[in-house]
């Protein structure tokens, strides 16, 4: 049985011997859509999540594996919280500020329902497929001073997609999954496609894949990498313990995810050393009409919305979903941080509608193709410039063994 099918079974096995009668609120940590679809069937309490990659502050304990989880009476609160089983003492008191609060404005939980083990059979399953390919980490810096373009699968993209064969020659384009079918009607080949989840089916990709380059995660399926691309280049990030050994044994760094490919891939243009930084298609709301642009290869429901936030450009509110916010309270941290760095990169969001995100400039697409120049170097001649360092078969024997001795032991 695939992971993804065990841990849905878990998920609903524990959902459904929960007394949610009990409860008051949920406390946990990580993401995972399907695991809220499931409680969601039990309960209306308030979810709140707590993510070590996302929330500032916050630390949540990664030992822990599996879908154990405990009772616990918050006395102070007068509320009786279910937390998963994993998050340490220490957050009493930030559990108790968020029941204090509008739990709608808190980052709001979806449950990371995969095991270490998962993990970690995704992982070994896409390992071989690296060979040869290099990391975020060694070549740091090598796009330098190029603009980069992510490009989300917002509803808003439909209304500028004929604009990015202009912003094409000007930039590096980073497409995430659900944009490429939009990118390659309007004629650009982008020059980075992200993939950090494994439910990302080989066939939205087939057609880019010998005309790009895989920007993979720890958790990119085997059947994604067996596509002929023209590169591949790893992004390690936290991944349930796994990219502990990948980090140690390839001697790289972890790239912030933020649950999301779109964060994700901001954080790998920003370790690349790309100025501008620009987000398109990042509406991070959830539009009556639509919930990703026209060209998303699969149709998706509509997500319970929790509420409003500031739209893009000083425009009327957007609703919003749980996950959304999340993303977009990744978004307008990483501004900050990168605010306090004396060279970081300027950050625009030329969306051109959903929400605002603070710390990043507002532009139209058409304005902001104005400003660029008219041609920039390609990104793929500038990763072969830099010539980082291949992984190789010692590299992944060692880490394909260390995993499975974990696995032996576990």
Same mark, same amino acid.
């Given at each position: 049985?695939?992971?993804?099918?065990?841990?849905?079974?878990?998920?609903?096995?524990?959902?459904?011997?929960?007394?949610?009668?009990?409860?008051?609120?949920?406390?946990?940590?990580?993401?995972?859509?399907?695991?809220?679809?499931?409680?969601?069937?039990?309960?209306?309490?308030?979810?709140?999540?707590?993510?070590?990659?996302?929330?500032?502050?916050?630390?949540?304990?990664?030992?822990?594996?599996?879908?154990?989880?405990?009772?616990?009476?918050?006395?102070?609160?007068?509320?009786?919280? @279910?937390?998963?089983?994993?998050?340490?003492?220490?957050?009493?008191?930030?559990?108790?500020?968020?029941?204090?609060? !509008?739990?709608?404005?808190?980052?709001?939980?979806?449950?990371? *329902?995969?095991?270490?083990?998962?993990?970690?059979?995704?992982?070994?399953?896409?390992?071989?497929?690296?060979?040869?390919?290099?990391?975020?980490?060694?070549?740091?810096?090598? @796009?330098?001073?190029?603009?980069?373009?992510?490009?989300?699968?917002?509803?808003?993209?439909?209304?500028?997609?004929?604009?990015?064969?202009?912003?094409?020659?000007?930039?590096?384009?980073?497409?995430?999954?659900?944009?490429?079918?939009?990118?390659?009607?309007?004629?650009?080949?982008?020059?980075?496609?992200?993939?950090?989840?494994?439910?990302?089916?080989?066939?939205? @990709?087939?057609?880019?894949?010998?005309?790009?380059?895989?920007?993979?995660?720890?958790?990119?399926?085997?059947?994604?990498?067996?596509?002929?691309?023209?590169?591949?280049?790893?992004?390690?990030?936290?991944?349930? *313990?796994?990219?502990?050994?990948?980090?140690?044994?390839?001697?790289?760094?972890?790239?912030?995810?933020?649950?999301?490919?779109?964060?994700?891939?901001?954080?790998?243009?920003?370790?690349?050393?790309?100025?501008?930084?620009?987000?398109?298609?990042?509406?991070?709301?959830?539009?009556?009409?639509?919930?990703?642009?026209?060209?998303?290869?699969?149709?998706?429901?509509?997500?319970?919305?929790?509420?409003?936030?500031?739209?893009?450009?000083? *425009?009327?509110?957007?609703?919003?979903?749980?996950?959304?916010?999340?993303?977009?309270?990744?978004?307008?941290?990483?501004?900050?941080?990168?605010?306090?760095?004396?060279?970081?990169?300027? @950050?625009?969001?030329?969306?051109?509608?959903?929400?605002?995100?603070?710390?990043?400039?507002?532009?139209?697409?058409?304005?902001?193709?104005?400003?660029?120049?008219?041609?920039?170097? !390609?990104?793929?001649?500038?990763?072969?410039? !830099?010539?980082?360092?291949?992984?190789?078969?010692?590299?992944?024997?060692?880490?394909?063994?260390?995993?499975?001795?974990?696995? !032996?032991?576990?």
């Amino acid at each position: 049985m695939h992971p993804a099918s065990t841990k849905r079974a878990a998920v609903e096995a524990w959902a459904a011997a929960v007394d949610w009668s009990d409860v008051d609120a949920l406390v946990l940590a990580g993401l995972d859509g399907d695991v809220v679809e499931i409680v969601r069937r039990h309960t209306a309490a308030p979810l709140v999540c707590f993510d070590p990659r996302m929330s500032a502050g916050v630390k949540v304990s990664t030992s822990a594996a599996g879908l154990r989880y405990e009772l616990r009476l918050l006395d102070e609160a007068g509320k009786k919280v @279910l937390i998963q089983d994993g998050l340490v003492p220490e957050l009493a008191h930030d559990v108790r500020q968020a029941l204090a609060c !509008s739990l709608a404005r808190t980052a709001i939980g979806q449950a990371q *329902g995969h095991s270490a083990e998962d993990w970690e059979a995704v992982l070994l399953e896409a390992l071989p497929y690296w060979e040869g390919a290099s990391t975020v980490g060694r070549a740091t810096r090598a @796009l330098r001073a190029l603009p980069a373009v992510i490009v989300g699968s917002g509803p808003s993209l439909d209304q500028v997609a004929d604009r990015l064969p202009e912003l094409a020659p000007r930039a590096c384009i980073i497409a995430t999954p659900g944009s490429v079918a939009t990118l390659e009607r309007v004629g650009v080949v982008p020059d980075f496609v992200a993939v950090m989840d494994e439910r990302v089916p080989a066939r939205w @990709l087939e057609s880019i894949a010998p005309r790009s380059t895989l920007l993979a995660g720890l958790q990119t399926a085997a059947e994604v990498h067996r596509l002929p691309w023209r590169r591949r280049l790893i992004a390690p990030h936290e991944v349930g *313990g796994a990219e502990a050994v990948v980090v140690e044994v390839l001697e790289d760094t972890l790239i912030g995810v933020g649950g999301s490919v779109s964060t994700a891939a901001m954080s790998a243009a920003y370790r690349l050393g790309c100025s501008p930084i620009i987000l398109v298609g990042m509406d991070c709301a959830e539009a009556p009409e639509a919930t990703h642009c026209a060209g998303y290869p699969d149709a998706r429901p509509h997500m319970q919305t929790i509420g409003q936030v500031p739209g893009w450009g000083g *425009g009327e509110p957007v609703f919003t979903t749980s996950s959304l916010e999340i993303y977009r309270q990744w978004f307008e941290e990483a501004a900050v941080a990168i605010a306090n760095l004396r060279d970081g990169p300027r @950050l625009v969001n030329a969306t051109g509608g959903g929400a605002h995100i603070t710390g990043w400039e507002e532009l139209e697409l058409a304005e902001l193709v104005g400003e660029l120049d008219a041609w920039a170097p !390609s990104a793929d001649h500038l990763i072969a410039k !830099s010539a980082p360092r291949p992984i190789t078969t010692a590299e992944l024997s060692a880490i394909d063994a260390r995993l499975r001795t974990k696995e !032996s032991h576990v």
